[in-house]
């Protein structure tokens, strides 16, 4: 099984450790609502465990894979709005996701997910790598 199909199948299942299993220790991951990304794997686990408690009827619907990126793309809903993203996820030499990408739509469920996930991840500390 690949990496791309153990982190889909960990996420589904709502089990964070194994996603962590699957994270390289510096890895990179690009939110859609910050600028400058979050950086190290104890973060984004932090962050991954705040979007699923904001993240409700989550599924993912779609992959797709070319030049060394799986793409999985998921619905979910944020109180009343529905949702639509993109997790694009990239490797490294060891296998391990060294880049990890969210993208979301429409701008309607964008934006109550900023506003809970900034309050969220203010209150547990995570940062992202501005200077």
Known sequence: M????????AVQNGDIGAVAELLAAD???HSPVTFHPFVGR???VGLLEQVAQVFEDFRYTDELQAGGAHALIFCARVGDREIEGIDLLRFDEHGLICDFTVML????????FAQEMGERA??????????
Do not use: K, M, N, W
Not at 3 to 9: I, K, S
Not at 122 to 131: F, K, M, N, V
């Open 105 to 112: 739509r429409p701008l309607s469920g964008l934006i109550p």
């Open 2 to 9: 690949s990496t791309a199909q153990r982190f889909r199948a």
């Open 42 to 44: 104890e973060t984004v």
């Open 27 to 29: 890895i990179v991951f």
């Open 122 to 131: 203010a209150s547990q500390g995570l940062q992202t790598s501005r200077p």
